[in-house]
């Protein structure tokens, strides 16, 4: 449905035969109104070409995933008016993690995510389900290096918060301003060259058993911290 609200291009549409139920009939009323060709297939297909996953009934087939740069990013929040908001993720594996973190990236109205073009996920079919389509309103980053970025992005006067276990409480930082949040891998967190490359760490207090929360967790918490401290500002 994101895909064909936003215009993006698409090859070919292949919908399960039967009874349409659900969004299915808004989705070919889209497909039509774009002209976007739609194959009628039986569910054995749909089920060969999701691998496995999750179709609903429906498949799309795209042209690959355009990154853009960060200077797209920075134009962003000018456009807004607002101080440049951005995520970077150092080492994300899990595509689930990495679809779940843009997608609350995108709500909570980051103008960039930054993922390194190695040892981490890309942008594939698994992320654009878990994002439930916000990907494709995202400004996503591919960089080579990810701490020459981090040290551009300090020159630019963009403060960067590594978010781990051994920082100060989150709610004690002061998030105002041009911000990155670093979140780093599932199981590793923080690579040690990254955590020193950040202006400062701050931390989610644990009170369980479980000494951590899931990556994708913790980062929406810490991105919708730096909004309440936006709103917070804003109405004194």
Request: hydrophobic share 40%; charged share 25%; net charge neutral.
């Amino acid at each position: 449905m994101e895909l064909l609200k936003n215009g993006r291009a698409i090859d070919k549409l292949y919908v399960q035969k039967g009874e349409l139920k659900g969004s299915i009939g808004r989705i070919l009323s889209l497909a039509s109104q774009n002209g976007v060709i739609v194959q009628r297939v039986e569910r054995e297909k749909l089920d060969s070409l999701s691998k496995g996953e999750v179709h609903q009934g429906v498949v799309a087939f795209t042209a690959g995933f355009e990154y853009k740069s960060i200077e797209d990013g920075f134009k962003l929040a000018e456009e807004k008016g607002e101080d440049p908001f951005f995520v970077i993720l150092d080492g994300i594996e899990d595509t689930h993690n990495l679809g779940a973190i843009i997608r609350t990236a995108e709500c909570a109205g980051v103008h960039a995510v930054i993922i390194p073009k190695r040892r981490s996920a890309m942008v594939n079919e698994t992320v654009y389900k878990a994002s439930a389509g916000a990907v494709d309103n995202m400004i996503v980053v591919s960089v080579t290096n990810l701490n020459q970025e981090i040290k551009e992005l300090k020159e630019r006067n963009v403060w960067i918060y590594g978010l781990d276990m051994d920082g100060q409480k989150y709610t004690k930082a002061n998030l105002l301003g041009p911000v990155a949040l670093v979140v780093g891998s599932e199981g590793k967190g923080l690579s040690e060259l990254v955590k020193k490359n950040c202006d400062a760490i701050i931390s989610l207090p644990m009170f369980g058993k479980t000494n951590s929360l899931n990556a994708s967790n913790a980062a929406a918490i810490a991105m919708y911290e730096i909004l309440r401290q936006k709103d917070e500002k804003e109405k004194a």
